[in-house]
């Protein structure tokens, strides 16, 4: 078993969240990890990223090599693009829908959608609504992790786990509402590949 | 033994704590910061009373964590490449005087620049003050090194360096915790010259640190931490440095390398280790994240008998850190490559955030400067660097920390009035002090707006050594009293602030604004912390 994962988003929008949960997953089903993270200027509204590599077999490089990534993970449209060099052609791109507009260039959303559709596997899903429908905004992240979690050849318990002890400290009604956000996503995605 | 998933930064920090360490010493610097910040926050630290608050700037911090290697106890401290240089005189100095205590300093790089003015490679710095380098590959090591380096350091009487790089420091891995050790005794120096470093006693300790480095080398090649990894097929010998070794590794995903490898993480690295794959192999590829130093060591004896590829001959880019791609293209080996960024993708560079107070201070700037020819604003590194950006535009240079200050007065000297200096609060008390010393004592006319968020910003909102004295230490400094003027950097005070700094603009003298308001990040941290304490109530 082998995932490499871009986690892309733009800095301050939580994609270091779904990096724990899933991190927290992977280690309980006993695979090894690697996580690059970045820190420092860019996280002052620019483009950030993670390369989250699960296998397991023991893991050599931080950074995943381009054309090979299994999945991009994108709370973000234009972000999810940023990162097709590295996608390999058979994998899967996950992403938000709602954009985030902090610089005076940015694209019409229609050219990031036409894009995005060009994707042979894709899951573009607006989590922001999903979330807010739900009354929990702040779990979009979570919502997209859900559409990405088929594809995560993960046991869905064991993320179901990582939440818990992720969000536990800040109690069950938070831990509850990351749950059903997960769902939600993963629901949508379910959805979509046995149509 | 408990297995934990940590930074590599994260991986120093725990390691240290477990090896008995007395005190952590550092300044915020990207990509080092987690490592001190994870001692703060660790509660065995706590509980085993570690010192581990921030320091002034990176020199203070190595003074002092020298201070507790001479009381003989355990001591690290931290800093980001360019740190290095700010604490350069202590540190080349502490060669010479040798540890007593164990004592490590940590030097995270930042090739490619992902938060950095430079790429400078630490490990020359290493070699300058001829010391002990160990340049871990990944976090588990990095972790099993500190408790290696200790001992190195006390055995043998020496500072030890440990040169990490950014994919170590924040790149996350499991790592398997060892048994604690405890704390040294107090045990001052059995020779109390040993730190007198008068030119008469020095010359003696200089012959001593040449006389230790074959003991260096031996280390080096006794270890374990480098190792000649043997291969069948010896047209091409490769050397691989710290994590240049992760990405040779992803290239063979069964294990299986052809080619004699040697895998360098100590240094001064052993001569036979390198004559060796030198004489079996016909051609070498040397793998470093940083600068060709190996490389370079290697061609400087050897151009015209083998031919030693790297970054020196283009076979690497000559400079960005090193990746998988760049390793297998190094190789002979094809890479793949995903769909290209269409181009409907543009650049998000990163900006200041809104509701930042540093936008209302180069508003304000910016509109007090409108009837000056442009190119007079002299800055520094944080936040505000930003301000170089669209929209403000608002600042001309930005090269070290302090350099605001110095360089507009060196402009003022040259005839170029008004010159302004933008600097924020932690770097003013970090470097900035002795400059505004120097401007008052020579009455040169220059405008120091102080932009105080309270907060060291860029690297996520640790205490300043600021906070509540930046007038008190300009007064001090003898910056007349009248022109210390602050100033609340919010639009509906703009009219009011572009006027205050019209007048000091025009003032012939040493001028300090303060625009003052805290950073916003670490107001929304506070209020949710505020809101977070009502809940639990």
Not at chain 1, 154 to 160: I, N, V
Not at chain 2, 6 to 27: K, P, S, V
Not at chain 2, 274 to 290: I, Q, S
Not at chain 2, 447 to 471: F, H, L, R, W, Y
Request: glycine content about 8%; overall charge neutral.
């Amino acid at each position: 078993m082998k995932k490499d994962i871009i986690l892309a988003g733009v800095g301050g929008q939580g994609i270091l969240s779904i990096a724990a949960i899933i991190g927290l997953a992977a280690i309980e089903a006993g695979l090894h990890l690697k996580q690059a993270e970045v820190h420092g200027m860019s996280q002052r509204g620019g483009d950030v990223q993670s390369n989250l590599r699960l296998s397991d077999k023991v893991i050599h490089s931080d950074l995943i090599p381009t054309g090979k990534a299994d999945m991009i993970l994108s709370v973000e449209p234009m972000e999810s693009l940023r990162y097709l060099p590295m996608l390999a052609p058979n994998g899967w791109l996950v992403t938000n829908t709602q954009t985030f507009v902090n610089i005076p260039n940015y694209p019409e959303k229609d050219d990031l959608m036409a894009e995005i559709e060009k994707v042979r596997n894709h899951i573009a899903l607006d989590a922001d609504k999903i979330a807010k429908d739900m009354g929990t905004l702040k779990s979009a992240n979570v919502v997209v992790l859900g559409a990405a979690s088929p594809f995560l050849d993960l046991d869905y318990q064991l993320l179901e786990k990582a939440i818990a002890m992720l969000f536990g400290k800040k109690g069950e009604n938070v831990v509850t509402v990351n749950l059903q956000a997960m769902k939600a996503g993963r629901d949508f995605t379910l959805k979509i590949i046995k149509s | 033994m408990q297995k934990l998933l940590l930074l590599g930064n994260e991986a120093i920090a725990q390691a240290a704590i477990d090896a008995g360490l007395t005190g952590i010493f550092a300044y915020p610097g990207t990509p080092s910061t987690e490592i001190t910040e994870y001692v703060q926050h660790s509660k065995q630290a706590t509980e085993k009373k570690i010192r581990s608050s921030w320091s002034t700037n990176e020199k203070t911090a190595m003074e002092s964590a020298l201070g507790v290697s001479y009381v003989g106890k355990r001591a690290m401290v931290c800093m980001k490449h360019v740190g290095l240089n700010v604490a350069a005189d202590a540190f080349v100095n502490s060669g010479m005087t040798g540890a007593n205590g164990g004592l490590i300093v940590v030097a995270a790089d930042d090739p490619s620049m992902h938060s950095s003015q430079n790429e400078q490679d630490s490990r020359f710095y290493g070699k300058f003050t001829m010391i002990p380098t160990l340049e871990p590959s990944n976090q588990q090591e990095a972790y099993d090194m500190i408790f290696y380096g200790f001992d190195l350091s006390e055995r043998l009487e020496t500072p030890v360096l440990m040169r990490i790089t950014t994919r170590l420091a924040h790149s996350r891995a499991a790592v398997v915790r060892r048994s604690g050790l405890p704390q040294n005794e107090l045990r001052l120096p059995s020779d109390l010259k040993q730190f007198i470093l008068l030119p008469a006693i020095a010359r003696k300790r200089y012959k001593g640190l040449i006389a230790k480095q074959e003991n260096f080398i031996l280390e080096a090649a006794n270890s374990g931490f480098n190792k000649y990894l043997d291969g069948l097929n010896r047209s091409l010998g490769i050397i691989a440095c710290g994590i240049a070794y992760n990405y040779l590794m992803e290239n063979y995903p069964d294990g299986d390398i052809p080619y004699p490898v040697l895998k360098i993480t100590q240094y001064p690295v052993p001569r036979t280790m390198l004559e060796r794959m030198v004489n079996e192999c016909e051609e070498v590829l040397v793998l470093e994240e940083g600068f060709p130093i190996i490389e370079e060591l290697l061609r400087g004896f050897l151009m015209k008998c083998l031919k030693i590829k790297g970054r020196l001959d283009g076979t690497i880019q000559r400079d960005g850190e090193l990746n998988p791609n760049k390793v297998a293209l190094a190789l002979g080996m094809e890479v793949t490559e995903g769909a290209e960024i269409p181009s409907v993708v543009v650049g998000r560079p990163p900006s200041l955030c809104i509701g930042c107070s540093h936008r209302d201070a180069y508003n304000a700037l910016n509109e007090a400067l409108i009837d000056y020819s442009k190119g007079r604003v002299f800055s520094d590194i944080g936040c505000y660097t930003l301000g170089a950006l669209a929209p403000f535009n608002a600042i001309n240079t930005c090269v070290d920390m302090g350099a605001s200050i110095t360089m507009a007065k060196g402009a003022a000297d040259a005839g170029l009035v008004p010159a302004v200096a933008v600097i924020g609060d932690s770097t003013f008390t970090h470097s900035g002090i002795t400059g505004l010393l120097d401007a008052v004592n020579d009455n040169t006319p220059i405008t120091v707006i102080i932009a105080d968020n309270a907060t060291t910003g860029m690297t996520g909102g640790q205490p300043s050594a600021a906070t509540g004295k930046i007038e008190a230490i300009c007064r001090g400094v003898g910056v007349d009293e009248e022109h210390i003027r602050v100033i609340k950097p919010l639009k509906k005070h703009h009219e009011e602030n572009v006027k205050t700094i019209m007048e000091e603009l025009k003032y012939p003298g040493v001028s300090v604004i303060i625009p003052r308001r805290e950073c916003i990040q670490t107001l929304n941290k506070r209020m949710r912390d505020k809101a977070k304490a009502t809940q639990s109530e």
